[in-house]
């Protein structure tokens, strides 16, 4: 990443700096482009139902919002995402089935967030600052970018209490090595930001009082490619990565082709050669 450019971060605004808005247990804001959205569940972010409806609500909503270009994932308070609301789930057991409907239902809004943020037409970066544990951890694993501060720390401790962390490891095992994957999933033990930076779980460690600057000058940075790139890129990576080695190359052929038909491409190019500033049409 080109942080040391000093022209990156002299664009021109896309859209009006709008006021943080908080709807529910997330708050939202977007400046320039880049649509944070904060997890504001207090004391510790967990993920209950309704968190998860309201953060795939708004993500939903930022797939047709074209003033949207990048979205940044942060936290209130001193923990990232404590996982699952497990008092919320607890207090269903004395349901008849003893909370199987529920806890059905609570799995499944999960896994559906976790597609949506790597689905998303838009690339979804995780700021965290403080503990992200168990499910929280897979909601880092799975933004495409994750950087954190010094003081952020890790874990998907479910072997502790009983409850393997079966579903965050869908995400954990896709951005880690196995051996890395399992020595976290089986020890439940919590590691600081550099051991999760040097397993691949988050792409840089940085202090605290300069995390959310770093993670804007990232937004922005690719804030200002062409969207339209920026969404092709980002589907094919994720769809070429659950393929084989022939059908991977056959398939990113193809989208190399449609995109170096497409405008922005052509305009993308012709500025490179020109060596002007490209124009971007989105189309």
């Known amino acids: 990443m080109p942080l040391a450019n000093e022209e990156v971060w002299k664009m021109a605004e896309i ?13 939202t804001r977007l400046d320039k482009g880049v649509l944070g959205l904060t997890l504001d569940n207090p004391p510790a972010n967990a993920l209950s139902l309704a968190v998860m409806a309201a953060l795939t609500a708004e993500l939903d909503r930022a797939k047709s919002d ?20 497990l008092k919320e789930m ?9 909370g199987k409907a529920f806890f059905e239902e609570t799995f499944s809004a999960c896994a559906a967030l976790m597609q949506a943020i790597v689905r998303h037409p838009r690339p979804v970066i995780a700021e965290v600052d403080g503990l992200a544990t168990a499910a ?4 880092v694993a799975s933004c495409d970018l994750a950087i954190a501060s010094h003081e952020a720390t890790f874990c998907t401790p479910g072997v502790n209490i009983g409850l393997f962390c079966s579903t965050p490891m869908v995400a954990l095992s896709r951005n880690v090595s196995r051996k890395h994957a399992m020595e976290m999933l089986l020890t439940g033990e919590t590691i600081d930001a550099a051991t999760a930076k040097e397993f691949g779980l988050i792409n840089r460690v940085v202090p605290r009082e300069y995390l959310n600057q770093i993670v804007t000058k990232y937004a922005q940075t690719i804030a200002a490619k062409s969207s339209l790139v920026v969404k ?3 589907e094919a990576f994720y769809e070429q990565a659950e393929m084989g080695l022939a059908d991977a190359y056959a398939y990113a ?12 491409a052509e305009e993308g190019i ?11 049409t989105q189309e």
């Open 253 to 264: 052929g193809r989208v190399m082709v449609d995109n170096m038909l497409a405008r922005d």
């Open 90 to 98: 607890t207090a269903r057991r004395g349901d008849a089935d003893r």
């Open 15 to 27: 859209v009006a700096i709008k006021p943080a808005v908080a709807e529910g247990p997330v708050v």
């Open 232 to 234: 092709t890129g980002k």
């Open 136 to 139: 929280g951890a897979q909601l």
């Open 66 to 85: 074209r003033s949207v270009r990048v979205i940044v994932l942060a936290a209130a308070g001193k923990v990232f995402c404590a996982g699952h609301d």
């Open 270 to 280: 012709g500025a490179f050669i020109g060596k002007r500033k490209p124009e971007w």
